[in-house]
């Protein structure tokens, strides 16, 4: 079985809008900051009343890991991880797809897609966007 | 002269260590013990005289199990450090902290594990239950479901980054494993005994993580060391010389993660070991210029460098000239992990190191270093870590 994530009162926004094939930023509604991973309060201002955005999806490369060893199922080697830069100011780790490893580069823009495994799993992933950064 | 409460008041007066292997055949409790033992006959301490005990939040062995198998009697102190290998050098602050107190006399110290023939560390969090997850489960979560399962996994998305921030290559990385490898091709009690590397043997190692090669992580090991702690006062009348503690802290930083600390603004450096640093060469006095060796946590290679320039032995992003033309081996201007380190004498989470900074103090090292005043030692890198300061009385 796909490993799962590791839904929490605290996350469970975010796996939900990814089962709904959207990819949210926890945002504080008092002092508007936005913040990954989400946490129970904001870490600026302290307030519990946080809500999300939905992010634009599009971003860049951040810096990226290419996994060869040890081949651990089901995952397909090499496996190229990436952590994404998004535009909002977030950064988050993801898998890239359609990218060949030798190819991979800090500053690539990408952009979200989203990919359904076991039949219930719902992951977000990211692909090479075109044009510049 | 000591700039806080605990600082110079404690001393390591013993070390022990079993044999470093890939399968110990025993328990891991029979590591302990015998680890534990080993370090009081060191010291010249009987069992009966230990009433503190610490290790690792991570230890399978529990102070009060050990305690008895030991033939000790009663307890006054026991602690555990939370956050893999970072706890290495917390664990003697908390003795040393605790003797200073007057809270505990005789504090030991230990790691104990057979971390290669039962539970191996480099499959990472495959096994991760995440149907009611912990705050913690929860924190691998975000990694695991894209394949970033493993401990080199999670240093290599820094590491890349650190290769780009600075214009370093995976050469640079190649030369922390060059010199931990001929320090354990010297000593007897390393695995790698008698089996040094080139850089070419680095290059051509295979990809585990890229930018992380094969020779770019530390091995698996089963073993066991501890160490004795006691004030100066009774140090004095004990069998070896004191390997003083002239400082030790803990430090975790801005946006601390557990292996992942990847929503800094930097994340090539390690803002927690530059706290570390800060605290040291406070409480000391002291300098990078005043180690003649260090033991610098070798999990993986690419922290090494990001360490070099934390405590200021070189500037941010310099580390890879500092190394250039042997500076970290021995007969260069600061030897690093004169053991062989965690990359060739085995992965005992970091106490390996600190026993070998005791013989560096000591004057016993088989790569000893003359003269030795003091001797930084540090803690597992990319969690909240720590550090000591070890002196000659």
Same mark, same amino acid.
């Given at each position: 079985?796909?490993?799962?994530?590791?839904?929490?009162?605290?996350?469970?926004?975010?796996?939900?809008?990814?089962?709904?094939?959207?990819?949210?930023?926890?945002?504080?509604?008092?002092?508007?900051?936005?913040?990954?991973?989400?946490?129970?309060?904001?870490?600026?201002?302290?307030?519990?009343?946080?809500?999300?955005?939905?992010?634009?999806?599009?971003?860049?490369?951040?810096?990226?890991?290419?996994?060869?060893?040890?081949?651990?199922?089901?995952?397909?080697?090499?496996?190229?991880?990436?952590?994404?830069?998004?535009?909002?100011?977030?950064?988050?780790?993801?898998?890239?797809?359609?990218?060949?490893?030798?190819?991979?580069?800090?500053?690539?823009?990408?952009?979200?897609?989203?990919?359904?495994?076991?039949?219930?799993?719902?992951?977000?992933?990211?692909?090479?966007?075109?044009?510049?950064? | 002269?000591?700039?806080?409460?605990?600082?110079?008041?404690?001393?390591?007066?013993?070390?022990?260590?079993?044999?470093?292997?890939?399968?110990?055949?025993?328990?891991?409790?029979?590591?302990?013990?015998?680890?534990?033992?080993?370090?009081?006959?060191?010291?010249?301490?009987?069992?009966?005289?230990?009433?503190?005990?610490?290790?690792?939040?991570?230890?399978?062995?529990?102070?009060?199990?050990?305690?008895?198998?030991?033939?000790?009697?009663?307890?006054?102190?026991?602690?555990?450090?939370?956050?893999?290998?970072?706890?290495?050098?917390?664990?003697?602050?908390?003795?040393?902290?605790?003797?200073?107190?007057?809270?505990?006399?005789?504090?030991?110290?230990?790691?104990?594990?057979?971390?290669?023939?039962?539970?191996?560390?480099?499959?990472?969090?495959?096994?991760?239950?995440?149907?009611?997850?912990?705050?913690?489960?929860?924190?691998?979560?975000?990694?695991?479901?894209?394949?970033?399962?493993?401990?080199?996994?999670?240093?290599?998305?820094?590491?890349?980054?650190?290769?780009?921030?600075?214009?370093?290559?995976?050469?640079?990385?190649?030369?922390?494993?060059?010199?931990?490898?001929?320090?354990?091709?010297?000593?007897?009690?390393?695995?790698?005994?008698?089996?040094?590397?080139?850089?070419?043997?680095?290059?051509?190692?295979?990809?585990?993580?890229?930018?992380?090669?094969?020779?770019?992580?530390?091995?698996?090991?089963?073993?066991?060391?501890?160490? !004795?702690?006691?004030? @100066?006062?009774? #140090?004095?009348?004990?069998?070896?010389? /004191? %390997?003083? +503690?002239?400082?030790? =802290?803990?430090?975790?930083?801005?946006?601390?993660?557990?292996?992942?600390?990847?929503?800094?603004?930097?994340?090539?450096?390690?803002?927690?070991?530059?706290?570390?640093?800060?605290?040291?060469?406070?409480?000391?006095?002291?300098?990078?210029?005043?180690?003649?060796?260090?033991?610098?946590?070798?999990?993986?290679?690419?922290?090494?460098?990001?360490?070099?320039?934390?405590?200021?032995?070189?500037?941010?992003?310099?580390?890879?000239?500092?190394?250039?033309?042997?500076?970290?081996?021995?007969?260069?201007?600061?030897?690093?992990?004169?053991?062989?380190?965690?990359?060739?004498?085995?992965?005992?989470?970091?106490?390996?190191?600190?026993?070998?900074?005791?013989?560096?103090?000591?004057?016993?090292?088989?790569?000893?270093?003359?003269? !030795?005043?003091?001797? @930084?030692?540090? #803690?597992?890198?990319?969690?909240?870590? /720590? %550090?000591? +300061?070890?002196?000659? =009385?």
């Amino acid at each position: 079985m796909h490993p799962r994530p590791g839904i929490t009162h605290d996350n469970r926004f975010f796996w939900d809008g990814v089962a709904a094939r959207k990819l949210l930023i926890q945002r504080c509604t008092a002092c508007h900051r936005l913040q990954h991973p989400p946490a129970p309060a904001c870490l600026a201002c302290h307030s519990f009343a946080l809500d999300a955005i939905e992010a634009s999806g599009r971003g860049h490369v951040h810096s990226f890991a290419i996994a060869h060893h040890p081949p651990i199922p089901p995952f397909a080697y090499p496996n190229v991880i990436v952590l994404v830069d998004l535009e909002e100011g977030t950064r988050i780790v993801s898998r890239l797809a359609g990218v060949e490893p030798e190819e991979v580069e800090i500053g690539m823009p990408v952009a979200v897609d989203f990919e359904t495994l076991d039949g219930d799993l719902t992951l977000h992933l990211f692909r090479r966007a075109g044009g510049p950064r | 002269m000591s700039r806080s409460g605990f600082a110079s008041r404690a001393a390591i007066v013993g070390i022990g260590q079993t044999e470093f292997s890939k399968d110990s055949r025993r328990s891991e409790l029979r590591l302990a013990v015998e680890a534990v033992l080993s370090a009081l006959a060191d010291a010249g301490l009987d069992p009966r005289d230990v009433d503190g005990m610490c290790t690792f939040a991570m230890d399978n062995n529990p102070e009060i199990e050990v305690q008895r198998a030991i033939g000790g009697g009663e307890l006054r102190f026991f602690s555990r450090v939370h956050f893999g290998g970072g706890a290495a050098c917390a664990t003697v602050m908390q003795a040393a902290l605790a003797v200073a107190a007057g809270v505990a006399d005789v504090v030991v110290c230990y790691r104990a594990m057979n971390e290669r023939s039962v539970q191996r560390f480099g499959i990472g969090v495959q096994q991760l239950r995440l149907a009611q997850p912990t705050t913690e489960s929860a924190h691998f979560g975000w990694y695991a479901p894209f394949g970033l399962l493993t401990p080199a996994g999670w240093v290599a998305m820094q590491a890349q980054r650190y290769l780009h921030d600075y214009g370093a290559t995976t050469e640079d990385f190649g030369r922390v494993s060059v010199a931990c490898r001929r320090h354990a091709a010297t000593n007897p009690a390393a695995w790698f005994y008698g089996r040094p590397i080139t850089l070419e043997d680095h290059q051509a190692s295979r990809w585990i993580v890229r930018p992380l090669r094969l020779l770019d992580c530390c091995q698996e090991s089963d073993g066991a060391v501890a160490v !004795v702690v006691t004030s @100066l006062e009774r #140090a004095r009348d004990l069998r070896q010389p /004191s %390997a003083v +503690i002239r400082a030790a =802290a803990q430090g975790a930083s801005d946006d601390q993660q557990m292996m992942t600390s990847y929503y800094r603004s930097g994340i090539g450096d390690l803002p927690e070991m530059a706290l570390v640093a800060r605290q040291l060469y406070e409480q000391s006095g002291l300098g990078a210029k005043d180690f003649e060796t260090a033991v610098i946590y070798d999990h993986f290679t690419p922290f090494v460098l990001a360490q070099l320039e934390a405590f200021g032995f070189c500037g941010r992003g310099e580390a890879k000239d500092f190394m250039r033309g042997g500076n970290i081996e021995l007969g260069g201007a600061l030897p690093i992990n004169t053991h062989g380190g965690q990359l060739g004498e085995a992965y005992i989470h970091g106490m390996n190191g600190v026993a070998e900074a005791v013989r560096q103090v000591r004057g016993t090292a088989v790569n000893q270093i003359d003269p !030795v005043n003091h001797v @930084l030692v540090t #803690a597992g890198t990319g969690v909240p870590t /720590s %550090a000591l +300061i070890l002196g000659r =009385a």
